[in-house]
């Protein structure tokens, strides 16, 4: 069944394509040729106060090349900075490059990640992830989409529940 | 189609996840928890003679979570050292966070890549990776599965091949 499905999934990916081909793409397009982003071409947006509390800095490392689903970025987040609760449809695995952060599953305890630890999140799990009130954090995040969807946005972080 | 096909994969990956349940299971087991790997767990593995030259380090960073089908690694080359030729049936991301090296497609020529690089390789694309002779180079690896495949590997690279 499994492989049936992913037999169907390849096949209709590639339909995707030809069509995306013959119209506007939404996903980045296919080429046969390798592609190097370069470090300094890869630019950072501030983060979004709809989905996040306090100073962050989003970069975008990669979009979904078809047929891959997965896309990844960069997050920096300043101490005291944190997401809005959400969930991934695929789940999200986090990279912790640099500094140290916390995480909370809904109705879970706030956990402690630091520099090279990775994190698994399950699809469909409400969580929020940030630094700590005193030190600053950076993961590198990947995801797959589902529908052209990698996230759930939810209600914000409040005060009390990141400082309990 | 893209829609119906993502759907029927979810479909099958439950069901799949039902059957793993009650057999081995093949990929990382499901949770409804997140899940953090600490660094010092992180374990590193010696690249095999049969598909690198010199010396190289790999160490798996994340296994493909039902339902998604992405894993990723960190693999170190030290200068001189380099993959055999290979291709990915779904393509692969690699990001490079220390050091210098090259890649090349087969037919084209070899290219530098350096830290905050970020590479895309198409699927079915054949290459390699590596160091440069004088400086070792790291990269994350990220790579979709098809039918539990990452990788097809082909013949090493030679010295002639690589010093050119």
Known sequence: MKVLAVTLIWLSLFTSVASQ?????????????????????????????????????????????????????????????RSAWHTHPFGQILIVPEGTGWIQ??????????????????????????????SAMTHIAIQEELNGKVVEWMEKVTDEQYRK
């Open 21 to 81: 081909a013959q119209t506007s793409a939404a996903k980045a397009p296919t080429s046969s040729s390798i592609k190097i982003a370069r470090s300094d071409c890869l630019h950072s947006n501030k983060g979004s106060a709809q989905y996040f509390t306090g100073s962050v800095q989003v970069q975008q490392l990669f979009p979904a090349y078809d047929p891959s689903l997965t896309s990844g970025g960069k997050v920096t987040f300043e101490a005291g900075a």
């Open 105 to 134: 599953q809904w109705g879970g305890p706030i956990e402690e990640i630091r520099k090279g630890d990775v994190i698994w999140i399950p699809a469909g799990v409400k969580h929020w992830h940030g630094a700590t009130p005193n």
